[in-house]
């Protein structure tokens, strides 16, 4: 498990950082018992003071305490009626948003629990793809049942909620303007990062939008120079 360590870096440093990391949370199931569900990262946003899109910059508030504690505070709120997981970074009011995950299969965390996490979150009409159970930061804390009143303010706890490191580093990661970011608040500040081989599975792929260009709009890292 990576501890409070991992999080002291500048929000565009942890943004990347995060990307590849497991995200692992224990349930309590009806039928399985006692269990982990298990996400990897693969789209982060950071998020600075300084500037206009960030939650904090709008001043302190209880409810944005968490950005202003120590790096690796869980940061939630509710966006759009769904559950938002982002945790701080260094520097007073700095933090990271988790955007979209994609489920992880593992002995701890096996196969069956997909169908618990789609249970978490079944799609409104049709049941949604095991793949895309997390592209989204609501769809990503309803699959791990991760709560506002219960996560916000707090800490990873090794036996319930934890982040780890297993050895996989995105050999590309494509950098590009936030998502919802209205017109006044920086929306032209590239501090989105997609894990590029699951980028399909993200929030919405910067790759095939035809009116982003390389360069300009989006800009790609691989492994060796970022």
């Not at 997390?134 to 791990?144: A, D, F, N, W, Y």
Request: aromatic share 8%; hydrophobic share 30%; charged share 30%.
């Amino acid at each position: 498990m990576l501890d409070n360590r991992f999080f002291d870096k500048e929000p565009d440093h942890l943004a990347k950082a995060l990307l590849g990391k497991i995200l692992r949370r224990r349930i309590v199931h009806a039928e399985a018992g006692s269990t982990w569900l298990a996400a990897r990262i693969i789209e982060t946003e950071a998020y600075y003071l300084t500037e206009k899109g960030s939650h904090s910059s709008l001043g302190y508030t209880e409810k944005r305490k968490a950005m202003f504690m120590k790096p690796g505070t869980i940061y939630m709120y509710y966006a759009r009626g769904g559950d938002s997981l982002n945790f701080s970074a260094r520097g007073k009011g700095n933090g990271v948003l988790v955007k979209s995950g994609f489920p992880h299969v593992d002995t701890k965390s096996p196969a069956a629990n997909l169908e618990i996490m789609r249970e978490l979150n079944p799609g409104r009409q049709m049941q949604r793809p095991h793949e895309r159970l997390c592209s989204g930061q609501t769809l990503l804390c309803r699959s791990l049942n991760l709560k506002v009143p219960e996560w916000n303010q707090r800490q990873l706890r090794r036996s319930e909620f934890r982040l780890e490191d297993l050895g996989h580093v995105p050999s590309s990661i494509v950098q590009c303007r936030r998502i919802g970011i209205p017109p006044k608040r920086d929306p032209h500040l590239l501090l989105r990062f997609v894990d590029e081989e699951h980028a399909k599975y993200c929030t919405r792929n910067p790759l095939t939008q035809r009116s982003l260009k390389l360069g300009r709009d989006y800009l790609i890292h691989r492994s060796d120079t970022r």
